[in-house]
């Protein structure tokens, strides 16, 4: 049973309702790390609504602002695939065991940097033209689009480790995100050039 809080507001200005939501997450992400709180009720509450905005986000926003030229398909791509890493993190943190593990501890902080990654981006290209793009009645009404889809995902229940797993392997299989086998590679590849450039510097130090 998800806390009815979560299921406010029910409509709004499409910009203002989702900018509450990413505020929603630092809580919810801060009530995680805390270990004074009921860490096992916030990791599920964080990740239904994780996953009830994106995937409302998707289906009601993204392809209206599209169609209005506020953003391009390819910005648009571009959420649907951060979208899809912030799944592969959550997933993980779902399936640590506990809630005073390093596991935890780890996952936790690799999905707090997905989250934050695409909310500050997702605020800067995509929210902030839709707000000199789109006028406030379309923005209401996408308001209330977007607020009916997300707390029906709400009442459903979205984010349970299975439903989290077949979101990811849909991102795979619709080529959002690419196999996990070549992300790895492209990560070792990452990982050797960060440390070929710390070589140099300490070098240049020397
Ligand atoms: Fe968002
Ligand atoms: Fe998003």
């Not at 009815?4 to 505020?23: A, K, M, N, T, Y």
């Not at 916030?42 to 209005?68: D, F, G, N, T």
């Not at 979208?83 to 996952?107: P, V, W």
């Amino acid at each position: 049973m998800i806390d009815p809080v979560l299921l406010q507001p029910s409509s709004g200005d499409v910009l203002e309702v989702i900018l509450e939501d990413h505020r929603r997450f630092e809580d919810l992400l801060r009530l995680c790390r805390r270990t004074d709180t009921d860490r096992a009720a916030a990791r599920l509450a964080l990740a239904e609504i994780l996953v009830a905005h994106a995937v409302a986000e998707e289906e009601k926003v993204y392809p209206q602002l599209r169609r209005s030229r506020a953003i391009s398909g390819h910005l648009e791509e571009h959420g649907q695939q951060e979208h899809a890493e912030i799944t592969e993190a959550l997933l993980a943190f779902l399936r640590a065991k506990g809630t005073d593990t390093q596991k935890y501890d780890d996952t936790l902080e690799d999905l707090a940097t997905a989250v934050n990654h695409h909310t500050n981006e997702e605020e800067q290209t995509i929210l902030n033209p839709a707000r000199e793009d789109v006028s406030a009645t379309q923005r209401a009404a996408l308001g209330a689009a977007w607020t009916a889809r997300r707390n029906q995902l709400l009442e459903e229940g979205c984010a349970s480790e299975a439903q989290v797993a077949a979101l990811l392997k849909e991102a795979v299989a619709t080529s959002v995100l690419a196999p996990e086998d070549a992300r790895k590679e492209a990560e070792t590849v990452k990982a050797d050039a960060k440390q070929r450039a710390k070589e140099i510097e300490e070098a240049a130090k020397s």
